[in-house]
């Protein structure tokens, strides 16, 4: 008999190239990689293996069970406990190949909680890899899964009398109860979205502690049928305590029924939904966004710059910041997901952006670095103000970092948003629009010079008078003078010395002084 241990086990079939998929079964509190699924001995006429028996079925499915340190007697703080166990869970699926094709998983009480956290953490990694193993995920099964932090402490309170452990730990559990809680919210969000199969079965019978001297200790259902019920897919009832539920064996009819051949059916089924959707559950996600993060003490600044993008037609609809989230919309979830489809974040730099305590460092700023550095994500920053920029100080600014929005003159203003506007493009991949025109129509002196894309509507008549011609080459200057004071980059800022000259030029010639 193969003995429990940490880590990913192969089962059945795992060998096989040409497997239309992967199935996982991963235990739950006080159990193991194979005593929780196993019923009887090994040998024993009616000894009953469950993911053995699942290979068996499904030959073409690659069937594996996970263990991990799950003790009833020094778990700690659920939540980090539950964290841990998801993120080394995902590297070991990773390093053995698991992601490339449809997945399954059958679990087990905290089990459920351990594939739960590790589909919401991926939300927030930039690790391919791992994004691209939840996103395989087609189906999953949760026995007696305690979904609310309270049912879980619950449900350790009852197995650690049932296997005799001390219970110390259980207060500590119930006073944590709240990162289970915000799970299985994120769970539920990120599910409204990905809609995989889910089927939940609950036990309906208490465990009992043997006594030698006493009849038996009546202790409780561990998982009520409340508790075990996820609120998304179907929930059964099952004639079996916590432990028994998932050992299904013929000679215990009642449970084999119902849990061996309703699970069979449920993953049968799970399979063929998703032949019909592996192009879109494969595919990535398209980075073509724009995403402006930035503080709310900045909002004047991220108006005046988003006002600039929204009037470029090829940009419009690329733009995503925080006011696109729809009332009662869960941005714990929205916010990392449009970060997953951002080709470029444009980052407004300030004291208030970079403040710790401020929620954005952990969901934007944190994963949206990661991404630059694992998956190409372009950053564009500048200062609002002057601030302590280190965090970004690996990426050129794209405005002097000496001159900051809120010491800008309202030309100069208008030249860096139109500047940072011209970046963003060509990050995107779109050319460059003209800021401004390379030089004078070639028309008569007297003729007014092209100015700002307002100002297209300047006549050009060739017999416009040298008094207009000579207000309007001035103005053009102002404006050609303000766009050099910011322009960073050394072909424009020659572009724009030889308007300048041009400009002064042409005053001249019309009598004015430079």
């Known amino acids: 008999m193969i003995p429990d241990s940490e880590g990913l086990h192969e089962i059945a079939n795992t060998r096989n190239a040409a497997r239309k998929a992967d199935i996982v079964f991963v235990h739950g509190l006080g159990g193991g990689s194979h005593s929780t699924w196993r019923y009887g001995e090994e040998g024993d006429s009616d000894h009953f293996f469950w993911p053995e028996e699942v290979g068996k079925k499904l030959p073409n499915c690659g069937v594996w069970t996970f263990g991990y340190a799950a003790g009833i007697t020094s778990l700690g703080n659920p939540g980090m406990i ?25 679990t087990h009480s905290m089990g459920g909680l351990v594939v739960k956290s590790l589909i919401v953490a991926t939300q927030l990694t930039a690790d391919d890899a791992r994004k691209r193993l939840v996103s395989n995920i087609v ?255 690996h990426i050129q600014s794209t405005l002097p970092v000496a001159c900051p929005l809120d010491e800008m003159s309202e030309g100069e203003l208008r030249a860096a948003f139109a500047g940072i506007h011209q970046v963003i493009r060509e990050l995107v991949g779109l050319k460059r629009q003209p800021i401004l025109p390379t030089s004078p129509p070639t028309v008569s002196q007297d003729a007014a010079p092209p100015h700002r894309p307002e100002s297209s509507n300047i006549s050009t008549n060739r017999t416009a008078s040298s008094s207009n011609a000579l207000a309007l080459w001035r103005e053009r200057l102002a404006f050609l003078e303000e766009a050099e004071a910011v322009a960073v980059d050394p072909a424009q800022k020659f572009k724009l010395k030889h308007d300048i000259a041009e400009a002064k030029a042409k005053i001249r010639e019309h009598g004015g002084d430079t």
């Open 139 to 393: 189906g999953i099964v949760f026995c007696g899964t305690p979904h609310r932090g309270s049912a879980f402490a619950f449900a350790a309170g009852v197995l650690g009398a049932f296997f005799g452990g001390s219970q110390a730990h259980v207060k500590e559990m119930a006073a944590n109860a709240e990162p289970l809680d915000l799970l299985h919210d994120h769970f539920l969000a990120w599910h409204r979205e990905h809609p995989v199969a889910i089927e939940s079965y609950a036990e309906s019978i208490g465990l009992f502690r043997n006594r030698w001297y006493r009849r038996p200790l009546p202790l409780g259902i561990v998982v009520p049928r409340a508790s075990a019920n996820p609120g998304a897919g179907l929930i059964r009832d099952v004639d079996a305590d916590h432990l028994s539920l998932v050992k299904p064996s013929p000679a215990v009819p009642a449970i084999y029924n119902l849990v061996f051949h309703g699970v069979l059916k449920f993953v049968e089924n799970a399979l063929k939904l998703a032949e019909q959707r592996v192009p879109s559950v494969l595919a990535a996600p398209a980075r073509d966004l724009v995403y402006l993060s930035y503080s709310s003490d900045d909002t004047h600044w991220h108006r005046g710059l988003r006002a600039v993008l929204d009037a470029d037609p090829d940009l419009r609809d690329r733009i995503w910041d925080d006011t696109k989230l729809a009332k009662a919309s869960n941005w714990q979830f929205e916010i990392p997901q449009h970060l997953e489809r951002a080709a470029v974040l444009v980052i407004f730099a300030s004291p208030a952006y970079f403040d710790r305590n401020r929620l954005a460092s952990q969901w934007e700023m944190a994963p949206a670095l990661q991404a630059e550095r694992n998956t190409g994500l372009k950053i564009v920053w500048f200062k609002v103000s002057h601030c302590d920029y280190s965090p970004v100080r």
């Open 82 to 106: 539950i964290e841990k166990r998801a993120g080394n869970f995902a590297s070991q699926m990773v390093l053995a190949g698991l992601g490339e094709r449809p997945l399954v998983f059958i």
